[in-house]
Nanobody, 125 residues
């Protein structure tokens, strides 16, 4: 089985930065499409960013493009989400997800096979 663990969430003031990490056991993330999704209070799951590691492609939602950066560390086999210029509307539980098959739509949560438990990000105004 694949286990994903997110970390790095916390409380930050608007305009600040956080870096989330996603580590996996069982299979290497370097063979996967790794996505970050978030769920704000009372809302559904929203796509944030994704990385096709082996293909060197990254994907971002319009709401975070230019502020967030997804990257992979080949040494640690860890995926990071660097979040800059955080806004109160970024407040959510952030989830790491992995798809080890052919991901036909990295923006869709239904394409991902494994999910972490989430890490809380709270941005104060």
């Amino acid at each position: 089985q694949v286990q994903l663990v997110e970390s790095g969430g916390g409380l930050v003031q608007a305009g600040g930065s956080l870096r989330l990490s996603c580590a996996a056991s069982g299979r290497t993330l370097s063979s996967a499409v790794v996505g970050w999704f978030r769920r704000a209070p009372g809302k559904g799951r929203e796509f944030v960013a994704a990385l096709w590691w082996s293909g060197g492609m990254s994907y971002y939602s319009d709401s975070v493009k230019g502020r967030f950066t997804i990257s992979g560390d080949n040494a640690k086999i860890t995926v990071y989400l660097q979040m800059n210029s955080l806004k109160p509307e970024d407040t959510a539980v952030y989830y790491c997800a992995a798809d080890f098959g052919r991901n036909r739509d990295p923006y869709s949560s239904s394409e991902y096979d494994y999910w972490g438990q989430g890490t809380q990000v709270t941005v104060s105004s």
